[in-house]
């Protein structure tokens, strides 16, 4: 059976980058590694959650409650979990995710009132990996970045936001939410940011692996 790791954070903060950059380490060391990258834009597992961040919903992500858009991001990884890369996880020594349940744990939970984070991160894990039965990870990796670092850096990206993205208050209650989410879930912290300057990706790099070797 495969080791899992979720790679999450906040928009922005490299979960891409450093999915792949873990990919290719491993794969040196003759891993077997699969690279599954959440949402899957473009397949039919992901048309709610393309509906959803398209604003085609309404604008704001508060416009969607938690619980259904959730749902939304569930169903995708459910749906491509039982036709496409659930069918290899046997075959890998790693499967690494670029978002995973963790990113509901972040985005969906900021919409709640704080006297009801521990009550949804219950049902959401419950939902997932009991009721719809997706595998849990072996670790999360958390890249924590400031949502003003955040912000920016997906300003730089020059492409067309999602609602999430647009949404600088929305971004700075993920940023709390997630801080919360990782102690109460176990997370592992990978703070992206040293002395107040963001770290190089090489270096964010030597980290993760250091973690992953040490599982």
Same mark, same amino acid.
């Given at each position: 059976?495969?080791?899992? =790791?979720?790679?999450? *954070?906040?928009?922005?903060?490299?979960?891409? %980058?450093?999915?792949?950059?873990?990919?290719?380490?491993?794969? %040196? $060391?003759?891993?077997?590694?699969?690279?599954?990258?959440?949402?899957?834009?473009?397949?039919? #597992?992901?048309?709610?959650?393309?509906?959803? !961040?398209?604003?085609?919903?309404?604008?704001?992500?508060?416009? @969607?409650?938690?619980? $259904? $858009?959730? @749902?939304?991001?569930?169903?995708?990884?459910?749906?491509?979990?039982? @036709? %496409?890369?659930?069918?290899?996880?046997?075959?890998? &020594?790693?499967?690494?995710?670029?978002?995973?349940?963790?990113?509901?744990?972040? +985005?969906?939970?900021?919409?709640?009132?704080?006297?009801?984070?521990?009550?949804?991160? *219950?049902? !959401?894990?419950?939902?997932?990996?009991?009721?719809?039965?997706?595998?849990?990870?072996?670790? %999360?990796?958390?890249?924590? !970045?400031?949502?003003?670092? #955040?912000?920016?850096?997906?300003?730089?990206?020059?492409?067309?936001?999602? =609602? +999430?993205?647009?949404? *600088?208050?929305?971004?700075?209650?993920?940023? /709390?939410?997630?801080?919360?989410?990782?102690?109460?879930?176990?997370? @592992?912290?990978? &703070?992206?940011?040293?002395?107040?300057?963001?770290?190089?990706?090489? &270096?964010?790099?030597? /980290? =993760?692996?250091? =973690?992953?070797?040490? !599982?």
């Amino acid at each position: 059976m495969a080791i899992l =790791i979720s790679i999450d *954070g906040l928009d922005g903060s490299g979960k891409g %980058t450093q999915s792949e950059l873990l990919a290719e380490r491993l794969r %040196t $060391a003759g891993k077997r590694v699969q690279v599954v990258s959440f949402p899957m834009y473009g397949n039919e #597992s992901c048309f709610a959650v393309e509906k959803y !961040l398209g604003g085609g919903l309404g604008g704001k992500p508060s416009d @969607t409650n938690a619980y $259904a $858009a959730s @749902t939304f991001f569930a169903v995708d990884r459910y749906i491509s979990y039982r @036709t %496409t890369w659930g069918k290899d996880v046997d075959a890998c &020594d790693y499967v690494i995710f670029n978002r995973y349940v963790s990113a509901n744990a972040v +985005h969906q939970l900021s919409k709640l009132p704080r006297e009801q984070w521990e009550d949804f991160l *219950g049902w !959401l894990w419950d939902y997932e990996f009991d009721k719809l039965g997706l595998p849990k990870p072996s670790a %999360t990796l958390y890249l924590l !970045l400031p949502p003003e670092v #955040s912000m920016g850096l997906v300003d730089k990206r020059g492409e067309k936001k999602d =609602i +999430h993205e647009q949404d *600088g208050e929305y971004m700075r209650r993920c940023y /709390e939410a997630g801080r919360y989410a990782a102690e109460r879930l176990g997370f @592992t912290v990978v &703070d992206c940011c040293a002395g107040g300057a963001l770290r190089s990706r090489e &270096d964010i790099s030597d /980290e =993760i692996y250091g =973690i992953v070797c040490a !599982l």
